[in-house]
């Protein structure tokens, strides 16, 4: 069974750091592009950020540049967020999703866009983030 799963969300005071962690199993995610979202109460999912399926090349939604950091590690098949500097705006339940590889050459910086939620194929179930003092 494809399975992705989050862990590491939590509560955490404001300019406090979290990092986020997606798990694979079932698939290799060296063919799978992943991205993570969020979603906060009453709005959108939001994209943040994704990697390629090499792990050598990212694409950041421009609001959350500079603050947070994807990264991969294939060996591991696991995908990371490090979240720095939060703010009580970034409360929200974070996921990670996969997507194959025809769209990996989006999670550039070269990129004008980043892969649409519709370009991927699998989601976890989120693990929430809550930043509060």
């Known amino acids: 069974q494809l399975q992705l799963a989050e862990s590491g969300g939590g509560l955490v005071q404001p300019e406090g750091s979290l990092r986020l962690s997606c798990a694979a199993s079932?698939?290799?995610?060296?063919?799978?592009?992943i991205g993570w979202f969020r979603q906060a109460p009453g709005k959108g999912r939001e994209r943040i950020a994704c990697i390629n399926t090499r792990g050598d090349s990212t694409k950041y939604a421009d609001s959350l540049k500079g603050r947070f950091r994807i990264s991969k590690d294939n060996a591991k098949n696991m995908v990371y967020l490090q979240m720095n500097n939060l703010k009580p705006e970034d409360t929200a339940n974070y996921y990670c999703a996969a997507s194959g590889d025809p769209f990996s050459a989006l999670c550039s910086a070269a990129s004008a866009t980043m892969i649409s939620e519709d370009q991927y194929d699998y989601w976890g179930q989120g693990t929430q983030v809550t930043v509060s003092s």
């Open positions: 079932g698939f290799k995610m060296e063919h799978y592009a």
